[in-house]
């Protein structure tokens, strides 16, 4: 990453997280201090950390899938062997569901995505106007591949009140039509429109372009970043995830700079995601709602379902380093389980 593309990533982590948590991730991870994260010292100290924490965090940060259904054809995702039922969740089960939560938490941040594109939910707008006028300082973010973000719908999504707008556009030219089976021209008609005028708001969203990299793709990876980093907060590109170990075809080696090591996932102490239908699962892996603690539609109170047998006793497996939860055991992100109880 040359210096100019550093300050620039800098200056987005710093308004999307603050100082503290850009700062301390910059420090185990790209200083000379990640040499010692999980050695012998490391790691003495690192559990201590995570058993303090794990009896005081709350929930911070809730995933509402709107939709599990998707425009794109994407080489690696696993969305093409998904055996969920297509559905949308309606505007009063969002409400239910938000309100459900709310009561119980203080998230701080809402993202309002999941399995699917959320522009094939043809009420996700009206979704982000009641999370804007009902909870104003709850942050709102929305991840998409836009080629279904036409003008029209981009107005309509500019006079609402957003954190952050990634777009998910994995290459460029005849590379991107390759990788996720929609048309470039198109996708970047609709990104260009949309970056413009959120710069012209008085209070513009955060804006990020992601690019999984893949064989189809690397070569050009680099153009990539050239040319979105004029117009986006942020560019990131990186290897895609294996989806909890069922999908390995397209995936590449992460380049971190300490041993792997898997340790317990914080996620299940910060994170609530919810999908199309209701159901409480795991994390954002489980895209079949493999492993599931209620319904929030059917009615389920969410802390009552965190404060369950089933659910602490999955935390208690992680606490214990026994990861044999069916999305666990074979998830990809472990090797982010090293540094992220220093940073919530």
């Known amino acids: ?96 569901i938000l309100d459900n939560v709310m009561k119980n938490y203080d998230i701080k941040r809402l993202t309002i995505n999941g399995f699917g594109e959320p522009f094939t939910d043809k009420g996700v707008i009206e979704k982000i106007k009641y999370v804007n006028k009902k909870y104003p300082k709850l942050k709102v973010d929305i991840y998409s591949n836009a080629a279904l973000l036409t003008k029209k719908r981009a107005d309509e999504l500019l006079k609402t009140n957003l954190g952050r707008v990634t777009f998910s556009i994995n290459g460029i030219e005849e590379d991107y039509n390759k990788v996720m089976g929609l048309d470039y021209e198109n996708t970047k008609r609709n990104v260009l429109y949309f970056l413009k005028n959120n710069k012209e708001k008085r209070k513009p969203a955060l804006t990020n372009i992601s690019m999984m990299i893949l064989k189809e793709n690397e070569e050009k990876a680099q153009n990539f970043v050239n040319f ?80 369950s047998k089933a659910f602490k006793e999955l935390q208690k497996q992680h606490l214990n380093f026994d990861f044999s939860s069916p999305v666990c055991k074979n998830c990809d992100h472990a090797y982010d389980s090293s540094i992220e109880w220093w940073l919530w």
């Open 1 to 96: 990453m040359n210096i100019k593309n550093f300050i620039q990533e800098t200056r987005y982590y710093l308004k999307l997280e603050g100082f503290a948590r850009p700062f301390k991730k910059f420090l185990l991870y790209q200083s000379p201090l990640s040499r010692i994260v999980n050695s012998r010292l490391y790691g003495a100290i690192y559990l201590k950390r995570i058993k303090k924490e794990a009896e005081r965090i709350t929930p911070k940060i809730l995933q509402i899938e709107t939709t599990n259904a998707c425009n794109a054809k994407c080489l690696m995702c696993p969305h093409k062997t998904m055996k969920r039922k297509i559905s949308v969740m309606g505007l009063e089960n969002f409400k239910k």
């Open 228 to 307: 979105w980093r004029k117009y986006s907060d942020s560019v990131r590109a990186y290897f895609p995830s294996d989806w909890a170990g069922t999908l390995k075809e397209y995936v590449g080696e992460q380049n971190i700079p300490y041993g792997r090591r898997q340790w317990t996932c914080s996620a299940l102490w910060t994170h609530i995601v919810i999908h199309s239908k209701g159901e409480f699962v795991v994390c954002c892996r489980d895209y079949e709602s493999r492993v599931k603690f209620g319904n929030l539609i059917k009615g389920d109170d969410i802390k009552k379902l965190r404060e």
